[in-house]
């Protein structure tokens, strides 16, 4: 091995290799999260439930005939007069104080019976209502409804309204009878300018270059909706520009009514059965904000015949922040939202806004580098 010069002189103080500290690459940058714009529902899918009728659960009765197919969620979230309409008791107080048919009457019921003839008699407005109430258009049917009540007279509450009642109706997409509430409003409305201001009460704006304004304003004092006959009056002024505002004002007192319609489960038409419990809510607002919704209850689905979804691996903190977004286009943390729930939830309902959302937070960041690292 000589000739191989392994001896070298040089060679002699040469040492073991030491085992060399390894390479520390430095920290990789926090991942760049890019939230997209939000999707632009406020006032172009509202408008197209007016023009489909799609879970719709009014009927609005103009001038005896004429019938347009509305949402209790919309209208009462937008008017107060709508809202206080439709948390009437409808059941009539002549039933609940009337004895069964059954049973014979007491000498002291047959005097009360006989006293309140005639204070009937004597009262030329109750004579008048009573002939009212006994009217049929030959479109909607008192009788239809189960029970056979007669529809409660409103003249005296609002001069709006006539009438209000529950029927059972055909549904306008699915042909099958369900019960609908059954609005007839005063003679007074056309049904041109009434398709203006249910415009909007669906989406907050009024198009200055409608030919009927005064019509408008007129539908507008009835309704007590101030705020559309204020923007009658900048159109007429030629102050169009200010109406800009007034629709801010009004889609912020809709999403505080939203949020408190979902809160007390007030006018819901589905409930939600998660794992930990129930959830209500609200078909029409679900469908104009979800195309998921849309395609779910609208389709040919069971759920877009029945009351009762099921939602399997779903909690109510999660379906409810899911609602709040759907409802009004924001996203709020709470301690008790289970990010990665929350991020299949979202996924699951195609929701790449609140998918965004919800990475972006803080706090959420932290816990889900490694799996953003390595997709």
């Known amino acids: ?11 002699r103080n040469v040492q073991r290799p030491l085992l060399q500290a390894p390479f520390l690459p ?35 009765v103009l001038q005896e005939r004429q019938r347009l197919f509305a949402h209790k969620i919309y209208l009462a979230t937008a008017s107060s007069k709508f809202y206080d309409l439709f948390l009437m008791d409808l059941s009539p107080e002549e039933e609940e104080r009337r004895p069964p048919r059954n049973q014979p009457l007491s000498g002291r019921e047959l005097l009360m019976r006989a006293a309140s003839f005639d204070v009937c008699e004597s009262n030329e407005e109750g004579d008048h209502a009573n002939l009212r109430a006994s009217t049929s258009d030959g479109t909607l049917r008192g009788g239809s409804y189960e029970g056979g009540r007669r529809p409660r007279l409103l003249s005296a509450w609002s001069r709006a309204f006539v009438s209000i009642q529950e029927e059972m109706v055909e549904d306008p997409v699915t042909y ?49 909706v101030f705020d559309l006959r204020m923007m009658v009056a900048n159109i007429l002024n030629n102050e169009a520009f200010m109406n800009q505002e007034i629709t801010k004002a009004f889609h912020v007192r809709r999403t505080n009514r939203v949020k408190e319609c979902l809160a007390k489960g007030t006018f819901s038409d589905v409930v939600f059965k998660l794992d930990d419990g129930t959830i209500l809510a609200h078909k029409p607002l679900l469908i104009s904000s979800c195309d998921w919704m849309a395609a779910m209850f609208g389709g040919p689905f069971v759920e877009s015949c029945t009351k009762e979804v099921l939602f399997p691996n779903t909690t109510r903190s999660c379906m409810r922040a899911v609602l709040e977004y759907l409802y009004t286009g924001r996203f709020c943390s709470r301690p008790d939202l289970d990010a990665m729930e929350l991020i299949v939830l979202a996924n699951r309902l195609c929701l790449p806004h609140l998918v965004a959302l919800t990475a972006s937070i803080p706090a959420i960041i932290t816990p889900l580098c490694p799996l953003l690292i390595t997709e």
């Open 176 to 224: 099958n009878p369900r019960l609908m509430t059954v609005v007839r409003m005063d003679p007074s409305i056309q049904m041109g300018p009434f398709r203006a201001v249910l415009r909007y009460l669906y989406t907050g704006q009024l198009d200055e270059h409608e030919k009927e304004l005064m019509h408008i304003a007129h539908i507008a004092e009835l309704l007590e």
């Open 26 to 60: 430095p920290k990789p940058p926090p991942p760049m999260i890019t939230v997209p714009a939000p999707p632009s529902t406020t006032e172009e899918h509202p408008g197209r439930l007016l023009e489909d009728p799609l879970c719709a659960d009014v009927i609005l």
């Open 1 to 11: 091995l000589r000739h191989l010069q392994f001896w070298k002189s040089h060679l």
